[in-house]
């Protein structure tokens, strides 16, 4: 996608098993089943990158096609999973493409566009009516960094940011949330206080992390995600959003 690090997709992959990616895997199942119900739903990727997102509810018995606009995803993909070459920023959307899918995702996409407005109506076009996006980005400005420069990142999002940005692409908005909310003061304190410009520690070694570490943050991440079901979350280092196209 445009404004993606050149060997982006292949960290992704590499970094599948991080808590984080594990998390957020949860959080786009739960919004989905909510949205299009049960695992028959056709879902569509956008810009999935290593497949992390998709794989995942490929596993969970959604009826999965990945798109991103480099070739390069698809050595990625499982076995059988239907695959779309697609630049969101400018293709056309193909006739037999529209109006085709359940369901949409974009997991941490439209913060590396410059314009997300378009992107987002352009991925609307791909649902048929009644059909639900579900988006993830990065949340709270406050914990920007030279990550985020290196990471291609336009901006951190507020809640205010997607509810207009999906508003303006044609949906009617439903869940605005909050999630990764633990994770959220120690990566103020990472990358506020210990990582500097040129760190060693930025881009994609940032996901390196130690097994230990990563089984201790993936135990909090799965209380954080039992206790966003009873109570909304009032910050995090992600924002999650639903909308429908009508």
């Excluded at 049960?38 to 959604?62: I, Q, W, Y």
């Excluded at 048929?128 to 291609?152: C, E, F, H, I």
Aim: glycine share 10%; proline share 5%; aromatic share 8%.
């Amino acid at each position: 996608m445009a404004g993606f690090p050149e060997d982006g997709i292949r960290t992704l992959h590499e970094g599948r098993d991080h808590f984080w990616f594990r998390h957020r895997n949860r959080v786009i199942e739960q919004a989905l089943r909510r949205a299009v119900g049960g695992g028959t739903a056709r879902v569509l990727e956008l810009g999935c990158g290593g497949a992390v997102v998709g794989a995942h509810l490929r596993a969970c018995g959604f009826d999965v096609t990945a798109s991103d606009r480099d070739q390069e995803f698809l050595r990625y993909l499982p076995p059988g999973m239907p695959a779309l070459v697609f630049d969101l920023t400018r293709d056309a959307v193909p006739a037999a493409a529209q109006g085709a899918f359940d369901a949409v995702v974009l997991g941490d996409v439209i913060e590396h566009l410059k314009d997300p407005v378009a992107a987002l109506a352009r991925a609307r076009e791909f649902l048929r009516p009644g059909g639900r996006v579900v988006v993830t980005v990065p949340a709270l400005q406050s914990l920007w960094s030279d990550y985020d420069v290196q990471s291609m990142h336009e901006k951190r999002y507020d809640r205010g940011d997607l509810l207009r940005e999906l508003d303006a692409a044609g949906f009617t908005v439903g869940t605005i949330a909050y999630f990764m909310c633990i994770p959220a003061v120690p990566l103020f304190i990472q990358r506020k206080l210990t990582l500097r410009k040129g760190s060693a520690r930025l881009g994609k070694d940032s996901l390196k992390i130690s097994p230990l570490l990563n089984r201790l943050f993936a135990g909090l991440m799965r209380a954080e995600h039992a206790l966003s079901r009873v109570v909304r979350l009032p910050f995090g280092s992600s924002l999650l959003a639903t909308g429908t196209k009508p």
